[in-house]
């Protein structure tokens, strides 16, 4: 079994939450992040309290099972020694039987964090400064350092070159002395977990392990197929699973995870945002603050346009639905249901950023219901309206809605 958990949104949709139940209620052997890196914040409720995963696969949280750190993905190894120590305070050992890294997988230095901040001042995406976008960009010039680097000699001439093109672009000095010392001293703290995840992953899956492709991000947020430049640098849609692992994907499924309104952080077009007072009251319903940024996230209703888009994108088979529990008190829930430009309606998606600025949206509404639902856990005990209201997105999406996720708790979702 070969399962593919995407964003199909703008990211923050409950993947962490939503792939935590998935592992433990189906039993994967195997949890693989095949792209992003500490952009990412993918919460999870462990022992009654947030547990924020930033490149870790959801996966080291399940006893028994295997997480790979795939070679798509740009890792900083600073920040994987914390998570690994995070994890260790809150007893869980990882030894090399649980965690593999990709050899293949690049590194996040600190250049590339000072890149981050410089290229924000010239024109602001609002990225999470995390070293994302120049960690890929190194990849794509070929003058990136990889995992695999470590145990070789040119190490330090790689570092030395990264470190002369800062200066030389962006006037940036830094001791590559200073750098090296340090990420070599991470590196052999996670040293042990380094392989060739890609034949690993070959090997267990003609042995018939199951295997979970987590994604980081959303489809919205997709380099190639979301709102660029206003986008982050690697491709969370499926696509981005053979390239970002190095396996086949055959007889997959694919799981859309939506949540019920919409949100976005940082800039960028986003037809269905509430301004103003009605976007801040959702905002501090759904608790709507980056994970790992705490930045506040701009909040609108569900576009279901753009997530139908995001279905046909990804070839998606079912949706799981997150946090309805949200929506419950509102009079009226509107939906998104088109796109208008000059008064024409749109057919696809835009590719212009601008172009999507102006898109006017229709919008269907629908009454809201009162009673809380967290406590719910059959679909036909839901109130009349949520029913409707989940209906008629599966209608509008085309695609069977198989769970909707009613609380933050792993336990508190509705199978369909
Ligand atoms: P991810 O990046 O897609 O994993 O999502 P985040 O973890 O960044 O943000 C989702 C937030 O919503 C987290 O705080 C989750 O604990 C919370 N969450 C997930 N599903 C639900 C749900 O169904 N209801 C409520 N109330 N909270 C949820
Ligand atoms: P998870 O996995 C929401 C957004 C940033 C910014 C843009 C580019 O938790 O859903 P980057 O640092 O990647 O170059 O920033 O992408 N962004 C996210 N938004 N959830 C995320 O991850 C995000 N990762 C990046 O806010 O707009
Ligand atoms: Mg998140």
């Excluded at 309290?49 to 890792?75: F, H």
């Excluded at 030389?168 to 990420?183: C, N, R, T, V, Y």
Aim: glycine share 10%; hydrophobic share 35%.
């Amino acid at each position: 079994m070969q399962t593919v958990v995407i964003g199909l949104q703008w990211g923050d949709e409950g993947k962490g939450k939503i792939i935590d139940y998935l592992v433990k209620a189906a039993g994967y052997h195997t949890v693989v992040r095949y792209q992003g890196g500490p952009n990412a914040g993918h919460t999870v409720r462990y022992n009654g309290s947030d547990l924020v995963l930033r490149q870790l696969p959801t996966g080291v949280l399940t006893c028994g099972v295997k997480s790979v750190m795939g070679n798509g993905m740009v890792i900083d190894l600073g920040v994987l020694v914390e998570e690994k120590n995070e994890l260790g305070v809150r007893g869980f050992t990882l030894d090399a039987s649980r965690l593999v890294i990709s050899d293949r997988a690049h590194v996040i230095l600190p250049s590339h964090l000072e890149m981050d901040v410089w290229e924000e001042k010239s024109r602001t995406v609002g990225t999470t400064k995390k070293g994302i976008g120049p960690a890929y960009m190194t990849k794509a010039q070929r003058t990136g350092v990889r995992m695999c680097d470590f145990a070789s000699s040119d190490l330090r001439s790689k570092i030395d070159l990264l470190v002369e093109r800062n200066k030389f672009f962006a006037g940036i000095d830094l001791d590559p002395a200073e750098i090296f010392d340090k990420q070599s001293h991470w590196y052999e703290i996670v040293k042990s977990y380094i392989a060739d995840t890609g034949h690993l992953l070959r090997q267990e899956i003609k042995s018939g392990s199951s295997v979970l492709f987590e994604s980081a991000q959303g489809t919205m947020l997709d380099n190639d197929h979301g709102t660029y430049p206003y986008t982050t640098s690697s491709s969370p849609t499926v696509g981005g699973v053979m390239i970002g692992t190095g396996v086949p994907l055959r007889h997959h499924k694919v799981v859309g995870i939506a949540k019920a309104y919409t949100t976005r952080v940082g800039e960028g077009p986003f037809p269905t945002e509430m301004k103003g007072a009605d976007g801040a009251l959702l905002r501090d319903l759904g608790q709507e603050f980056g994970s790992v940024t705490r930045r506040p996230r701009r909040c609108g209703w569900f576009d279901a346009f753009q997530v139908r888009y995001a279905v046909d994108v990804n070839g998606a088979d079912e949706i799981i639905l997150t946090k309805l529990d949200i929506l419950s008190n509102q009079q009226k829930i509107w939906v998104g249901t088109g796109y208008m430009l000059n008064g024409v309606a749109l057919e696809s998606m835009p590719a212009s950023a601008s172009v999507l600025d102006q898109v006017s949206v229709s919008y269907k509404k629908f009454d809201g219901w009162t009673t809380p639902i967290s406590r719910v856990r059959k679909f036909k005990d839901f109130p009349d309206n949520a029913k409707k209201y989940v209906d008629a997105l599966e209608r509008m999406l085309d695609v069977h809605i198989s769970h909707v996720s009613v609380g933050k708790e792993t336990e508190e979702i509705v199978t369909r």
